[in-house]
């Protein structure tokens, strides 16, 4: 999954798009929401979900329940 | 003698007329009869344009009276679209069943469509539907100068800026037809929720001073010549057929640095946690997200200067505080509390505590309230997350119930015969509406969002088309309790009456005070 597509299914569900950025490392993006969520999305595709909202973020992206690096 | 009389008589008389004249009602001055208002209630729904609920209201300026022009939309080159983008991944929110999915809204012809259309999609207005951009930037790219017919071109969501619904049988439908409802009532400033709840109590932009310079930096967008659009980028779909719309940087700031979409409150509860080590009652400053506390002048801070009684009630809002967020309910809205982002109202200050109150879950606080007799002269609800009518989090029915209940307990209020209530919306959540709004200054007006006044004053079943914006409600209530005017009321009556426009109204058109 890339960032692109996270960033179309968590705001179809109403949590704005808030910050997007390559991430420290340089290789892969970070997105933060308005709910609190923090999405790290690796452009090998990982994607790891963590902040307030994480746990709606990781349900809306079917990502496993307890947030981890996939 | 007799002759020095009368001069002396006619100079009183003179004299009599003068003083007389200056306390006549000047044009400006608060309409007679204002004072018996005593409580001012604000309800801040969200995320509806006008045409998406009251599209059809007997004697409003709705769809039917629309142009051919401005009900077709148009491709980013500026062609008329042969037909509407699909919905991009459905139109219902992720869950719905049955859904509505992408293929099912392939070849909508380009005009609005009505998502509760017993012969269409048929989606009831209790189902939560997909949600739009509805960004600074591209609500400016959206209007078009005021032709409103690059809704879809510039939107996320493909055919959905064009969906509106039958509200004919909802409880608030039936409070508009009772009282007054506004049909000319827009949006204080483009964009989202940030931006506009931010003009609902300062009628400004929030800034964020230093922000190339700051961890923000990279959220400053890029604009090009016109200054009141996005740069595109050059990997961008070229049609509105081919996908969403792409940008160079699509942020939070302008280029000079006044924060116009979503950035979060420095004090909790925020949508940041606090700094690892650091005071528990604040957002990390260092998160790029985190906006500096604003000390521009509120209407809190005005309506405290004259001692008028006040307060923002927040659905849910003890409740965040005390177990944290959770979604569906109450689904707390950070950036949906504007106090929490100045300096005057920061944790620990008697007027954070005296004037941000807790609403309640489901308002329940606020209704208590509102039943003893115990509202401050000034009041604004803000319902929680799940009763707010949002797209892709909430649908429109229970945030209609639940509002329609708050008005009915209002009804029964002890402060009901001396009480002004309005209901309005935010924004228009990306959604396409047809007027288009008045030419004014930078910050807006935006789209055009339903309005609808309560009060035993209100003149019964009436549409009332006075030009009015969010800002408006902050003219009722500095006219109301004479207080200082906010400048950017100041500075959008002045480029209102620069463009040529009708002078935006305060409220009082939908009302007999005599």
């Not at chain 2, 049909?183 to 964020?208: R, T």
């Not at chain 2, 944290?324 to 200050?349: E, K, L, R, S």
């Not at chain 2, 019964?460 to 309790?481: A, K, M, N, Q």
């Amino acid at each position: 999954m890339d960032a692109d597509r996270i960033v179309a299914l968590v705001t179809a569900a109403g949590i704005e798009l808030t910050d997007r950025r390559r991430n420290a490392k340089g290789d892969g993006w970070s997105l933060s929401f308005a709910s609190g969520a923090t999405v790290e999305v690796g452009d090998d595709g990982s994607v790891r979900a963590s902040g307030k909202g994480a746990r709606t973020v990781t349900r809306l992206l079917d990502l496993p329940t307890a947030p981890r690096s996939i | 003698m007799k002759r020095t009389l009368w001069l002396a008589l006619f100079s009183s008389t003179l004299a009599l007329c003068a003083a007389a004249a200056a306390f006549a009602a000047q044009p400006g001055d608060p309409p007679d009869g204002i004072s018996k208002i005593e409580t001012v209630v604000v309800i801040f729904a969200e995320n509806r344009a006008f045409d998406n609920l009251y599209g059809h209201f007997p004697g409003a300026e709705g769809i039917d009276k629309a142009s051919q022009e401005s009900l077709q939309q148009r491709d980013r080159d500026g062609s008329v679209l042969s037909e509407l983008p699909p919905v991009w991944d459905g139109l219902t929110a992720k869950g719905v069943t049955p859904p509505v999915t992408q293929a099912m809204t392939e070849h909508l012809p380009n005009a609005p469509f009505t998502v509760n259309d017993a012969k269409g999609f048929n989606v009831a207005l209790s189902v939560t539907t997909h949600d739009l951009w509805h960004r600074y930037y591209q609500n400016q790219m959206q209007i078009n100068g005021g032709k409103n017919d690059m809704f879809v071109a510039w939107a996320d969501s493909g055919a959905m800026p064009m969906s509106n619904w039958d509200a004919s049988k909802t409880d608030m439908w039936a409070v508009a037809q009772k009282y007054v409802l506004d049909d000319h009532f827009f949006m204080g400033g483009f964009g989202g929720s940030f931006f506009n709840h931010q003009w609902l109590i300062c009628a400004c932009a929030p800034y964020y001073a230093n922000a190339d310079k700051s961890p923000a930096k990279p959220s400053i967008s890029v604009t090009d010549d016109s200054g009141t659009a996005l740069k595109i980028a050059d990997n961008s779909p070229k049609s509105a057929g081919d996908g969403i719309p792409k940008f160079v940087s699509d942020g939070n700031l302008t280029p000079d640095f006044y924060a116009v979409n979503t950035m979060q409150p420095p004090y909790q509860p925020s949508g940041n946690d606090p700094a690892a080590g650091g005071d528990p009652l604040l957002a990390d400053p260092a998160k790029p997200t985190t906006l500096p506390p604003q000390t521009e002048p509120t209407i809190g801070d005005m309506l405290s200067l004259k001692h008028v009684s006040w307060a923002w009630y927040s659905g849910a809002w003890q409740y965040t505080l005390d177990h944290g967020n959770h979604t569906p309910i109450p689904n707390f809205q950070y950036h949906h509390q504007p106090f929490n982002y100045y300096a005057n109202y920061a944790p620990g200050t008697e007027a954070r505590r005296e004037h941000l109150r807790d609403g309640g879950v489901g308002g329940a606080s606020f209704i208590q309230a509102i039943d003893d007799g115990a509202l401050p002269q000034v009041s604004f609800y803000k319902p929680q997350g799940n009763l707010n009518e949002h797209s892709g989090y909430a649908d429109i029915q229970a945030g209609d119930h639940h509002i329609a209940d708050v008005i009915a307990h209002l009804e029964k209020s002890p402060q009901w015969p001396h009480m002004l209530v309005v209901v309005t919306y935010d924004e228009n959540g990306g959604i396409w509406d047809h007027v288009a709004p008045p030419k004014a200054d930078r910050w807006g007006p935006g789209t055009r969002i339903p309005a609808i006044i309560v009060s035993p004053f209100a003149k019964h079943g009436y549409v009332d088309h006075t030009p009015y914006d969010t800002t408006s409600i902050l003219r009722f209530i500095t006219e109301r309790f004479e207080l200082p005017v906010l400048r950017g009321i100041v500075v959008r009556d002045r480029a209102v009456a620069a463009n040529g426009e009708p002078p935006l109204g305060d409220l009082t058109g939908g009302l007999d005070l005599n």
